[in-house]
Antibody, heavy 122, light 107 residues
Framework: QVQLVESGGGVVQPGRPLRLSCAAS????????MHWVRQAPGKGLEWVAV????????YYADSVKGRFTLSRDNSKNTLFLQMNSLRIEDTAVYYC???????????????WGKGTTVTVSS | AIQLTQSPPSLSASVGDRVTITCRAS??????LAWYQQKPGKAPKVLIY???SLESGVPSRFSGSGSGTDFTLIISSLQPEDFATYYC?????????FGQGTRLEIK
């Protein structure tokens, strides 16, 4: 079945890096744009970044621009989020999500992973 | 950035009630709006996309309407499993934005 599984979360000190992964299965990963969305404890959903199906276009939220880098390996059906210069306010559950139509970049998110928790704390 | 304003922020209702949640976009976003349901500790689940299209597998008691700046999610007859938080989201343009959420609680 269609599935997304995030990994790589953990506890990290402010200023340190962390790399998240999202493993996709059950669909043609290379045909779909992919998002990262996060949710701070007790807060609402915040969009983080999106990459087009081929990785040629990437868009970031202002809050992470210049610190986070999105990439994908279509040969391994995996999405990555390299997070540098982490801040306390980056503490959140990070979800990867699939765009709801192949080859589109801006569309709703129809499949979500269960999330991985990132805690930035000294 | 496009701002989405949901109302009400929270709502108490009973099983069987008809519930309406609204989302206002500024500026307008045509029909590029989705609604999600999120239960505690779980990932969001899409209910409606393109403002009024029901996602496959979602019960027909959920419906969406609107275009431009004003959108509505209606649950026609609340079921126990519907008590959750609901978010609208626009995908008209970058950056993608979500509403602040509406928490639906049992009365």
């Amino acid at each position: 079945q269609v599935q997304l599984v995030e990994s790589g979360g953990g506890v990290v000190q402010p200023g340190r890096p962390l790399r998240l992964s999202c493993a996709a299965s059950g669909f043609n990963f290379s045909s779909y744009a992919m998002h990262w969305v996060r949710q701070a404890p007790g807060k609402g959903l915040e969009w983080v970044a999106v990459t087009s199906y081929d990785g040629n276009r990437k868009y970031y939220a202002d809050s992470v621009k210049g610190r986070f880098t999105l990439s994908r390996d279509n040969s391994k059906n995996t999405l990555f989020l390299q997070m540098n210069s982490l801040r306390i306010e980056d503490t959140a559950v990070y979800y990867c999500a699939r765009v709801g139509a192949d080859f589109w970049t801006f569309y709703h998110m129809d499949v979500w992973g269960k999330g991985t928790t990132v805690t930035v704390s000294s | 950035a496009i701002q989405l304003t949901q109302s009400p922020p929270s709502l108490s209702a009973s099983v069987g009630d008809r519930v309406t949640i609204t989302c206002r976009a500024s500026p307008g976003i045509s029909s590029a709006l989705a609604w999600y349901q999120q239960k505690p500790g779980k990932a969001p689940k899409v209910l409606i996309y393109d403002a009024s299209s029901l996602e496959s597998g979602v019960p027909s008691r959920f419906s969406g309407s609107g275009s431009g700046t004003d959108f509505t999610l209606i649950i026609s007859s609340l079921q126990p499993e519907d008590f959750a938080t609901y978010y609208c989201q626009q995908f008209n343009s970058y950056p993608i934005t979500f509403g602040q959420g509406t928490r639906l609680e049992i009365k």
